[in-house]
């Protein structure tokens, strides 16, 4: 998750472990919150709701709307972040792998 990803990065650029807490704590208790506020605000049907034939049966239905995506959301908030606190990550472009880091853990 996550969490996990801040730590790793933490332990790897030695980040103080209060500002990895704070941030994650400002991920939970802000920007996790505004993604599922702005879902609600614009309310965007799955598609698989309105074309039945587009229904995939291999991966769970989420009970929110589609928009805006929660994982690019999350990905953008937390490359930023990883960016400001190491100056690394952009840097060097065979280290875009971050985006991908989210979407594993």
């Not at 879902?39 to 049907?45: A, G, Q, S």
């Not at 598609?47 to 690019?72: G, R």
Request: glycine residues 0%; contains cysteine; proline residues 6%.
């Amino acid at each position: 998750n996550s969490y996990k990803l801040l730590k790793k990065i933490q332990h790897n650029n030695k980040i103080d472990e209060n500002k990895i807490k704070e941030i994650y704590k400002y991920y939970v208790e802000v920007v996790e919150p505004t993604i599922y506020r702005l879902k609600i605000k614009y309310d965007r049907v799955r598609p698989f709701f309105l074309e039945n034939s587009l229904k995939n049966n291999f991966i769970s239905i989420p009970n929110h709307p589609s928009y805006p995506s929660a994982h690019a959301c999350t990905s953008y908030f937390f490359a930023y972040i990883i960016n400001d606190l190491t100056n690394e990550y952009f840097l060097n472009p065979g280290l875009y792998v971050v985006y991908d880091f989210l979407f594993l853990f």
